[in-house]
């Protein structure tokens, strides 16, 4: 398929136009001169601009009443194999209306579409509906060898009749056709050589293509709730074949996960073996997700992926110095690699008593299972030193209860007693509890490995909103 191009006609549409590019991020913006500002391209004559896409079979997603597309394309409508997909969008993305190219895929990209617009796409289809499975567009990797026989096979099986299987394709299984050994129609998937299976009306026949390049797409969920997560994310995360990840994260996301997308769920001590896994995956073709919760890169899984990247490296020319290689060659050369940023649980706890982060802050974690208690104290120490606001993400955890009764009292060597502190759990889920105390009263049994501690500057300080609300807010200067 072709690059789509999302036609507006004023500025109002810009914001439902960008939501359509989470989903289809090389979409073209065309704004109508003198009405749109910052749309990629513009254009001065919208009749002109359609026929020219739909004459160049470029997909049309209009953001305008679906009359106006279709009293423009009209007049060309002579051949529906070479209709390109038309799609008309409300301004307000409240509908997503298919109007043509059903050949062409139209319905998959009004589905990809309505989940970032979080609408139901107005598919009226018969087969697609009934049988939740698209025949005559199947998904990619698979293409349909003899499709002027697809309307009266369709058209028997709206009737009735079974359908035998030879072959095997996820998109099918998961389907609501009825299969049977006995069917009189046959659907058949074959690989690249055609082999003896010959197509005819009551047999539609799949070849699979060369497999794509793999993804593996690292995200991170944001803390719990599926408001903080974005909607590239969210979309990522639908279009996915693979899902790896810690239980507990997937756990989290399941709400979203459609039947053929397989889940492969990890213990959270064994990362880098996850994070192998799930490139070997891509490798052979599959659009792999890994989860993190929060920010991939906080923390969690993104630096884990680039780990196993840098270890599998083979370093030609030189004694494996990575700075002296001549060429470096990689098992993972072939694969797209992206990285999907997330709400962290410091920002989320944040935003919950005010804007403790509002001036200069550091992160440190509290787990001395990837580096030694020295490092950390040191950290902490240097960390009061300079005034900053500290973030303190895996402060305990069942076997390592000490690590914070020993930052609290190097804290203490530095910070006053009296310090605004935030302990913030399960965040921006069903259980959160955030409480903000002062330094001295920091007990061990305030936080779990789900709480994040904001431990404030010299310059944290409550303000009043009323009797019964007070923010915590650290001042963007030093007077
Ligand atoms: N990538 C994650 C951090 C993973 S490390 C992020 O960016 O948020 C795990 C630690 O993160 C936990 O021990 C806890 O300190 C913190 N954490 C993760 N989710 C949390 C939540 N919902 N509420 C509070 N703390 C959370």
């Not at 259980?431 to 007990?443: G, R, T, Y």
Request: charged share 20%.
């Amino acid at each position: 398929m072709k690059t789509p191009a999302i036609v507006i006609l004023g500025s109002a549409s810009l914001p439902v136009a960008r939501q359509i590019k989470i989903a289809l991020p090389s979409a073209v913006i065309y704004g109508l001169e003198n009405r749109t500002t910052s749309a990629d391209q513009t254009y001065s004559n919208f009749g002109d601009l359609v026929r020219d896409l739909f004459s160049q079979c470029v997909p049309i997603i209009g953001i305008c009443a679906s009359g106006i597309l279709i009293r423009t394309i009209a007049p060309l409508l002579n051949n529906k194999w070479q209709e390109p997909p038309i799609l008309a969008i409300a301004e307000d993305g409240s509908a997503v209306v298919p109007l043509l190219g059903g050949l062409q895929g139209v319905n998959v990209l009004a589905r990809q579409i309505s989940e970032v617009l979080q609408v139901s796409p107005a598919i009226t289809t018969t087969g697609e509906l009934r049988f939740q499975t698209a025949l005559l567009s199947p998904p990619q990797g698979y293409k349909l060898i003899n499709p002027e026989d697809a309307k009266g096979f369709i058209s028997d099986l709206l009737a009735g009749e079974k359908v035998r299987l030879i072959g095997e394709a996820f998109w099918l299984t998961n389907s609501q056709l009825t299969f049977s050994p006995q069917g009189k129609l046959t659907i058949a998937i074959v690989g690249k050589d055609l082999q003896e299976i010959k197509p005819n009306p009551t047999c539609l026949v799949y070849q699979e293509e060369e497999a794509k390049t793999g993804q593996l797409i690292i995200v991170g969920t944001g803390p719990g709730s599926a408001e903080w997560m974005s909607p590239e994310v969210r979309s990522v995360l639908l279009s996915a074949t693979d899902w790896v990840g810690y239980k507990t994260y997937l756990d989290l996301v399941e709400y979203l996960r459609k039947p053929h997308i397989i889940r492969h769920e990890s213990d959270n001590r064994v990362e880098l073996e996850r994070a192998e896994m799930a490139l070997n995956l891509a490798v052979q073709g599959r659009s792999v997700v890994l989860v993190s919760s929060g920010d991939p890169g906080i923390y969690a899984m993104a630096a884990a992926v680039f780990e196993v990247l840098e270890h599998k490296q083979i370093c030609e020319g030189s004694e494996n110095r990575q700075d002296a290689c001549s060429t470096v060659q990689s098992p993972y050369q072939n694969i797209e690699i992206r990285v999907c940023p997330g709400i962290s649980a410091m920002q989320g706890a944040a935003a919950m008593v005010g804007a403790p982060l509002g001036h200069d802050f550091c992160v440190i974690s509290l787990s001395n299972i990837l580096k030694p208690w020295e490092v950390i104290a040191d950290r902490i120490s240097l960390a009061a030193q300079a005034d900053l606001v500290i973030a303190f993400y895996n402060p305990v955890s069942k076997d390592r209860r000490w690590q914070l009764e020993k930052a609290k009292e190097i804290l203490l060597q530095w910070r006053k007693p009296e310090t605004p502190i935030v302990l913030a759990k399960n965040v921006g889920r069903p259980q959160q509890e955030v409480k903000i105390k002062s330094l001295i009263d920091l007990a061990i049994e305030d936080a779990d490995m789900r709480t994040v501690i904001l431990i404030g500057s010299s310059q944290t300080r409550l303000v009043k909103q009323s009797e019964n609300k007070q923010w915590l807010y650290t001042p963007r200067h030093y007077r």
